[in-house]
């Protein structure tokens, strides 16, 4: 399967801990995107990365919250001190670039719970 | 800012029924639009998609079509199967990093 990873697909915390996820893209895709996804929510953009650069950040993306692509294949989203207000899917999406609209490719997304 | 407004679910449907789901947006320039769907268990996936004015999108037997004039995008199916039971999920993008911005979800569910 060439599609989009992440792992876990599911992590139970406790509150204060530190949680992080890894998203592997599709292999030549070079932007990658991270969605947070609350219950009977659309998913919210938190951030994007042009290969290695991380290019946007959302003010939801409070400074509890690092995301890296060190070498522009996968990417780590690090929650730190967590609290309970942080439980939610995380989704990972990746594209290519090319002229013109580039499609998204969603992973199945790591589901958070904060005890 | 950029916002998706659409129908709030539950919508049950008997099998073979027209389906309608509205989607009105807001945005600040010419948004691409979209439909995603997330089907029980499993990861969001592009249902269909149109990038200017007028474009009609198609993808399995659904269309919507893209009204720059009352800024809308209506999901519709002639004849709804239980299989298409699932959350949708209207959606624009707009700019150079084509974040997506998504609606809350209308939740389908479709009875034999």
């Known amino acids: 399967d060439t599609g989009v990873s992440q792992d876990p697909r599911h992590k139970i915390t406790k509150r204060g801990q530190n949680v992080t996820f890894r998203c592997d893209p599709i292999?030549?895709?070079?932007?990658l995107y991270w969605y947070r996804q609350t219950l009977g929510q659309g998913p919210e953009f938190l951030t994007y990365f042009q290969n290695e650069a991380q290019l946007e950040k959302s003010r939801l993306l409070s400074d509890r919250f690092s995301a890296e692509r060190p070498k522009g294949s996968f990417s780590t989203l690090e929650i730190q001190r967590t609290e309970q207000g942080d439980s939610a899917m995380y989704l990972c999406a990746s594209s290519p670039t090319r002229q013109g609209y580039n499609e998204q490719f969603f992973g199945p997304g790591t589901r958070l719970t904060v005890l | 800012g950029n916002s998706v407004t659409q129908m709030e679910g539950p919508v049950t449907l008997s099998e073979e029924a027209f389906l309608t789901i509205n989607c009105t947006y807001t945005?600040?320039?010419?948004?691409?639009l979209f439909w995603y769907v997330q089907y029980p268990g499993e990861g969001l996936q592009l249902l269909l998609k149109a990038t200017k004015a007028d474009d009609k999108g198609s993808n399995k037997g659904f269309e919507a079509t893209y009204r720059k004039e009352t800024t809308s995008f209506h999901l519709e199916k002639g004849s709804v199967q239980v299989s298409d039971s699932a959350v949708y999920f209207c959606?624009?993008?707009?700019?150079?990093?084509?974040?997506?911005?998504f609606g809350t979800g209308t939740k389908l569910q479709v009875i034999p």
């Open positions: 945005a600040t320039g010419y948004p691409s």
């Open positions: 292999s030549e895709h070079n932007r």
């Open positions: 959606a624009l993008s707009i700019g150079g990093y084509q974040k997506v911005t």
